[in-house]
């Protein structure tokens, strides 16, 4: 069969990859599908105006953000050279898998996890093998992921959107069994008050590269930054094909601010523990399924069809995501907590569907 058009010179791999569902909500929406901070303002943001140096926006930044670099450097007792950060970590796990994958290499996810890591996967054309988690507890199986062989496994810990972290014990283990780089996506570790990062395996496993993000405790979505603090050799693989000036000025002098002081980030997670708490068993008592959770968002089994609530909700002007297609999530959905005030309101809408619905 011939092909028409510009297809003939699109890469196989792209053409395999489905439109993106990406959409931008209207910007009165309340936006509880991200997992964005909703609690509060981080205070440097306030700041920006009197303290950041606009003038100096007519320079281009420093090549590889040595200042944000050094910060990440010190808050993670690691060398400069094993910090790499970027637009995000969307970015870096975009950077990670173009450094490592080569087309039809193997590569080992977790199912249900964030979806960004088999993008990226496809796109570099790699054999994706999907771990699946445990069907009562998303509890994580270490043997098979270990035995798996693959160049790259991705472990989301805390997991979105299942919300659940995996102990330090079991990510060690694969780590030092596996002849992998094994990339640890922290993006909600500060929400988890008691579990340990990975980030403290990096010089001893040469094999560890830890993800972060300012999007989601440090409130700083909308600047878009992360960072990756791994093991010197596979970090300098992935600095190998960074491209200069990826941060610009302001976000990199935000972000370093932000790192430098970070009470503001122990507040948010005290007052997102409170809010779990509080809005699981809000939703129980509606009789919602509501599973554990140790970050700023719940994966719950609402007492009717998740596509019904999500759309009903969106019609009041809330947004949460729907997960009822995902493996093993038939029927849930993820809500994003925030403020109680934000979290009686997503109540009352859950309420008033599952009223009109009975
Ligand atoms: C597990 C996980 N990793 C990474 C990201 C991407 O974060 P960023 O905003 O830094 O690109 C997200 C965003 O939702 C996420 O849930």
């Not at 944000?68 to 995000?88: C, E, F, T, W, Y």
């Not at 102990?167 to 780590?175: E, G, H, P």
């Not at 302001?250 to 370093?256: H, I, K, R």
Request: aromatic residues 8%; hydrophobic residues 40%; charged residues 25%.
């Amino acid at each position: 069969m011939t092909m028409s058009g510009k297809r003939r010179f699109v890469r196989e791999d792209v053409l395999r990859i489905k439109e993106p569902s990406y959409r931008s909500l209207p910007d009165k929406t309340i936006k509880m599908n991200d997992n964005s901070n909703l609690f509060s303002i981080n205070p440097i943001v306030r700041k920006i105006r009197e303290q950041f140096d606009f003038e100096s926006l007519s320079a281009y930044p420093s090549v590889s953000s040595d200042m944000l670099r050094n910060a990440v450097a010190g808050k993670n007792g690691v060398d400069p050279s094993q910090v790499i950060v970027g637009n995000g970590s969307d970015e870096i796990i975009d950077l990670v898998v173009k450094a490592f994958v080569d087309p039809g290499d193997a590569a080992v996810i977790l199912s249900p996890s964030f979806e960004m890591y088999s993008r990226y996967l496809a796109v570099a054309g790699a054999r994706i093998i999907e771990s699946t988690l445990d069907a009562e507890n998303f509890g994580i199986d270490v043997e098979s992921i270990i035995s798996s062989r693959a160049k790259i496994k991705f472990i989301c810990s805390p997991n979105n959107p299942t919300g659940n972290a995996f102990s330090l014990t079991d990510i060690r283990r694969i780590a030092e069994e596996s002849d992998s780089i094994v990339v640890v996506d922290e993006a909600y570790i500060e929400f988890a008050l008691d579990q340990e990062s990975a980030v403290g395996l990096v010089d001893e496993l040469d094999n560890v590269i830890v993800l972060r993000t300012l999007s989601k405790a440090y409130g700083l979505a909308g600047l878009r930054i992360g960072y990756a603090v791994g093991g010197r050799e596979p970090v300098g693989f992935v600095r190998r094909i960074c491209a200069p000036f990826r941060l610009n000025r302001l976000s990199e002098w935000v972000a370093t601010k932000a790192i430098e002081s970070d009470d503001f980030v122990k507040k948010v997670a005290e007052m997102a523990k409170e809010e779990r708490d509080w809005t699981s068993s809000a939703l129980s008592s509606l009789g919602a399924v509501v599973y554990p959770s140790v970050t700023n968002f719940l994966l719950f089994k609402p007492p009717v069809p998740s596509a019904v609530l999500v759309a009903s909700l969106m019609d009041m002007g809330i947004a949460i995501r729907d997960c009822g297609e995902k493996p093993l999530l038939d029927g849930c959905a993820r809500v994003t907590l925030g403020p109680r005030k934000l979290n009686e309101r997503f109540i009352d809408a859950v309420r008033t569907v599952t009223e009109d619905a009975s």
